[in-house]
């Protein structure tokens, strides 16, 4: 498994694994998916929001994503990053457990 930070030149691939998870979710209101393309492209161009991750196969295939975000917080004494959102393609998950730590 391979993590990389993704770049505006991957945003047909981020949005088209982005898509997969958004079609499997049954409750999402209508209007919701132009909502996330025009954020993608805010994400994708302005570090400062936060940042796109791709996660690949061993063969490079584009196989999920991970998506943070950052915020501003007085209690946290100032910039915090957390974990939006992940997928990974059924298929793959489960497959890139680290051997090290689980039988």
Known sequence: MKIRQATPQ???ALLA?????F?????APPGEWAKTEAAIR?????????????????HNHVVGYMIMCRGFSLDYGGYFT??????VRKAEQGRFRDQRFSP
């Not at 694994?17 to 998870?21: C, T």
């Not at 805010?42 to 061993?58: K, R, V, W």
């Not at 957390?82 to 997928?87: A, M, N, P, R, S």
Request: hydrophobic fraction near 30%; aromatic fraction near 6%; charged fraction near 35%.
């Open 10 to 12: 991957d945003e047909p």
């Open 17 to 21: 694994l982005m898509r997969e998870s």
């Open 23 to 27: 079609e499997q979710e049954t409750e």
């Open 42 to 58: 805010t994400l994708l161009c302005d570090p400062q929001a936060g940042e796109a991750h791709l996660i690949s196969d061993n």
């Open 82 to 87: 957390w974990i939006e959102e992940t997928y």
